[in-house]
């Protein structure tokens, strides 16, 4: 037996760290190792769209911490403690749904992009390339549009 990999601790169940906090840790050290990798790589995602204008921060955010919930319950909890960031991603991870505002600044953002790229950045010979960045655009149009939309300061 490898004794740098323990294959009974690694198979040990982590046990569910409460139903409140949406966290129920990975079963395996390689599943929370790969859930918390995922979770890093989308918190530093995230942080970039703190200082990159039009990089989205929130939706990295959302995503670390649905990954940190297989992983890490410090994390998760530290993402969720966040005064800026926090209120919003437990809201969605609790609800689903995204404000007004965000949903019309997402929108705003967003099809100026994908236009730019449908007219000026992608070649017109790339059909492909074009229709991928369409169908990629609609399907997250049809995302945002479907998720509730709730009102900061009211229930």
Not at 41 to 47: D, E, N, P, T
Request: hydrophobic share 50%.
């Amino acid at each position: 037996m490898n004794p740098a990999f323990d294959h009974q601790a690694a198979s040990t169940p982590r046990r569910d760290s409460g139903g409140a906090s949406g966290v129920r840790l990975s079963d395996t050290r390689l599943a929370r190792f790969m859930w918390g990798t995922l979770g890093s790589v989308s918190l530093a995602f995230g942080l970039i769209g703190v200082v990159v204008p039009g990089w989205p921060t929130t939706i990295f955010l959302i995503i670390a911490a649905a990954c940190y919930a297989r992983s890490s319950q410090r994390m998760y909890d530290r993402i969720l403690a966040n005064p800026v960031f926090g209120p919003h991603v437990q809201r969605f991870r609790e609800t689903g749904g995204m404000p007004l505002r965000a949903k019309v600044l997402a929108l705003a953002v967003m099809w100026p992009f994908v236009l730019l790229s449908l007219g000026i950045a992608i070649p017109w010979s790339m059909h492909w390339a074009q229709a991928l960045v369409l169908t990629l655009a609609l399907v997250g149009t049809g995302y945002i549009l479907s998720r509730p939309t709730y009102h900061i300061g009211r229930q």
